[in-house]
């Protein structure tokens, strides 16, 4: 493949007229379990006392995820090319070389072998080398789950403000992706930081401030993962024909499922019981007792996206344009309804009254929220995607000495 080069349309002290010459951009790949996604950035650095500013950014996505080409690495790393042609388009030629492409996988990674994530990053590592960008050391990798938490944190409290100026009041946030789910908050209390395991705590830089967190990540507790642990198929080596039934399924269905690369045939419980009751059962199973549960976040409110948004919305408990605010318990009172009406939403996916019933009980039973617990659900705030691609974004141009 030819490296495009730099056309020579501008002398190389001179902008074109439209671009401010504290304009710069920034590329980072989200590689999630279920997708693939692409962010692309151009931030505003007005002074150097200030927070650059997101001046827009423009999003992108394909699916499957990279793991479910963990035999089919070239093919995997087509679909990231796919997606980083749009940023040849988007950033303006001259900031080519200065624009820095990274890719980050998530949970889907973690879970393959070593060797098959491996033989993907660098088919993926071969796509950026031979784009026109600059291509960092580590562009391509693994990302370690407590920077999940921390750097969705950074995006979601740098979006609504939060970080600028004194009188910071940060908000908790809930991530629920296909294979792992992640809470992270600025603990307020001395007690929380003294009843902490010590792995649930970082120290993170950013914007010249130092912040502690309380965060974790959770690999298995994604919302495909929980399905298949309710199912009895988690991490088990799959037996050609192997049925798994639920009781959180409809009674008469049998289908089979993709996920990872593995191919699993799964239905409802033909004669036995189904419904919210012995669904809320199955589900407390692969739970209870699996997660830390910090006593301060009973009281506060947090911010919950990825699964959370979508079920929700699915479920029209908020608008799927505007998000909005919901209780803990509308998860519930939607489970019950979903689970103990399933014939009445057998066009919805087979598999809501599963994941309807495991958000609620992660909420209530893994973490310790309390019914009326408040989540704030958004998909953008001022437009721009709440992922933490913002955040790996920011943390990278100040590696790279880009930003303050
Ligand atoms: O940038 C984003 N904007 C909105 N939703 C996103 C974005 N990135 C991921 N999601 C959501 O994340 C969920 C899938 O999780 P993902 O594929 O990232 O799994 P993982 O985090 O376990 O690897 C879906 O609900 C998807 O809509
Ligand atoms: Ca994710």
């Keep these: 493949m030819r490296r495009r080069e730099r056309p020579d349309f501008f002398p190389p002290n001179v902008c074109p007229i439209n671009a401010k010459a504290n304009t710069f951009y920034g590329i980072m790949f989200d590689a999630g379990s279920t997708g693939t996604r692409i962010h692309i950035y151009t931030f505003v650095q007005k002074s150097p006392e200030d927070l650059p500013e997101v001046e827009g950014e423009i999003f992108e996505s394909v699916k499957p995820g990279l793991s479910a080409y963990a035999d089919q690495p070239e093919k995997g790393a087509e679909s990231v090319k796919t997606l980083l042609d749009m940023a040849i388009d ?57 920077h999940e938490g921390i750097l ?89 024909g192997q049925m798994f039934r639920s009781s959180c399924l409809p009674k008469q269905l049998e289908a089979e499922w993709h996920f990872g690369g593995v191919k699993y045939r799964y239905g409802g419980n033909k004669e036995g019981e189904t419904g919210f009751k012995p669904c809320y059962l199955e589900v407390l199973k692969v739970v209870k007792g699996k997660l830390h549960q910090p006593e301060e976040i009973r009281g506060s409110s947090f911010y919950a996206f990825s699964y959370y948004y979508d079920r929700a919305a699915d479920t029209n408990l908020i ?74 974004t920011f943390y990278l141009l100040q590696s790279l000495g880009m930003t303050y």
């Design 90 to 146: 988007a950033v303006p030629p001259h900031l080519w070389k200065k624009t820095p492409v990274v890719l980050k996988a998530t949970a889907g990674l973690r879970l393959l072998s070593e060797e098959k994530a491996e033989a993907l990053l660098s088919e993926v590592k071969e796509v950026f080398e031979e784009s026109p960008f600059l291509v960092p050391e580590d562009s391509v990798g693994i990302m370690d789950g407590s």
């Design 152 to 240: 969705a944190w950074i995006t979601v409290n740098f979006l609504t403000g939060q970080l600028s100026g004194q009188n910071q009041q940060t908000v908790g946030i809930l991530d629920l992706g296909g294979a792992s789910t992640q809470i992270t908050f600025l603990p307020r209390f001395e007690e929380t930081l003294k009843e902490t395991p010590g792995d649930f705590l970082t120290s993170f830089e950013m914007f010249n401030k130092t912040y502690k967190l309380y965060t974790h990540s959770y690999l298995g507790f994604g919302l495909k993962a929980a399905r298949l642990a309710t199912l009895g198929a988690f991490n088990m080596e799959v037996v050609d």
């Design 319 to 392: 608008d799927y344009e505007r998000g909005g605010v919901l209780e803990v318990r509308d998860f519930e009172r939607k489970a019950k309804e979903v689970c103990d009406n399933m014939e009445r939403y057998n066009s919805a996916s087979p598999f809501l009254c599963m994941d309807l019933t495991y958000i609620t009980v992660l909420l209530k039973e893994g973490f310790g929220f309390r019914d009326n617990t408040v989540l704030q659900l958004t998909k953008k705030v001022n437009d721009i995607e709440t992922s933490w691609t913002l955040g790996a």
